[in-house]
């Protein structure tokens, strides 16, 4: 499924542009980029980043299709003009990338705000590394292809304890699909 597809790419791209120019000893450098489920110990100082080609925290956060009716298409940016029945379908699919920073012992709850600096730091970094994720390229074997990808949500929280600085945020990614019928 191209959902699939669309979280692959954007795993790979971040992977090859996330830490470009950062030096491991940072603590800029996310030191885990993957899809899916944790495959380490999270309670590890460093920063991971996890891409889902859903959202297991919330399940309402669904894969929609799109009505091409005038009242509809306001939030494309241009316009698709009404198909034929059996035209083709446009869908928004969605998925998240989790953000979790784990200062553990950098930090002393006076610098908590150098934590909450670096923590910002990195989110806005993969944020900004995911504006430029292409997906026109991508095709599944059903015949759904990636037309336009973009970032349309995101959060972030402290969690944690006494000096622990857990900052942890999500990515809300959508992704405009076609298929042929």
Do not use: C
Not at 54 to 66: A, C, G, L, Q, Y
Not at 92 to 106: A, D, F, N, Q, T
């Amino acid at each position: 499924m191209i959902k699939y597809l669309i979280a692959e790419k954007i795993r790979e791209y971040l992977i090859e542009n996330l830490n470009s120019g950062i030096s491991e000893l940072s603590p800029y450098y996310v030191r885990e980029i993957q899809s899916y489920r944790y495959l380490s110990n999270p309670a590890v100082d460093g920063t991971r980043v996890i891409v889902y080609a859903d959202n297991p925290d919330e399940i309402d956060f669904k894969d929609s299709r799109i009505d091409v009716s005038q009242s509809q298409q306001s939030d494309l940016s241009y316009k698709i003009p009404v198909g034929e029945i059996g035209g083709g379908h446009l869908w928004w699919r969605r998925g998240i990338v989790k953000v979790e920073y784990y200062g553990l012992g950098k930090f002393s709850q006076d610098t908590r705000y150098e934590a909450a600096e670096v923590a910002y730091k990195i989110l806005g970094r993969v944020h900004y590394n995911m504006d430029y994720v292409r997906i026109s390229s991508l095709k599944d074997t059903y015949n759904e292809q990636g037309v336009y990808f973009h970032v349309i949500n995101s959060s972030f929280k402290e969690s944690g304890g006494n000096r622990v600085n857990i900052w942890r945020g999500t990515l809300y990614w959508q992704a405009l699909t076609q298929r042929e019928v």
